[in-house]
């Protein structure tokens, strides 16, 4: 078994649409407040307690079309 695993977590509906999705692509269409967007979350947890966070980073989506990373709650 895995050592970790990785765990994605949707925005709210207010924040991303979902547009499509086929197959293993998500395509969504961010919803900007103040020039930026708040993206999924991705955490990094534990394969024996899936609830057990690792870690997580939130992706954050500017309107001029910069991706980042910003560490998220737990």
């Not at 925005?11 to 961010?30: C, H, K, R, W, Y």
């Not at 955490?43 to 991706?67: A, F, M, T, W």
Request: proline share 7%; aromatic share 6%.
């Amino acid at each position: 078994m895995n050592k970790t695993l990785i765990k994605i977590i949707m925005p709210s509906e207010g924040d991303m649409q979902l547009v499509n999705q086929e197959g293993g692509t998500i395509t969504l269409a961010p919803t900007y407040f103040g020039g930026e967007c708040a993206g999924p979350v991705i955490q990094y947890v534990d394969p024996q307690d899936p609830k057990k966070v690792l870690s997580s980073y939130r992706v954050k989506i500017r309107n001029n079309g910069e991706l980042r990373l910003a560490k998220a709650e737990q």
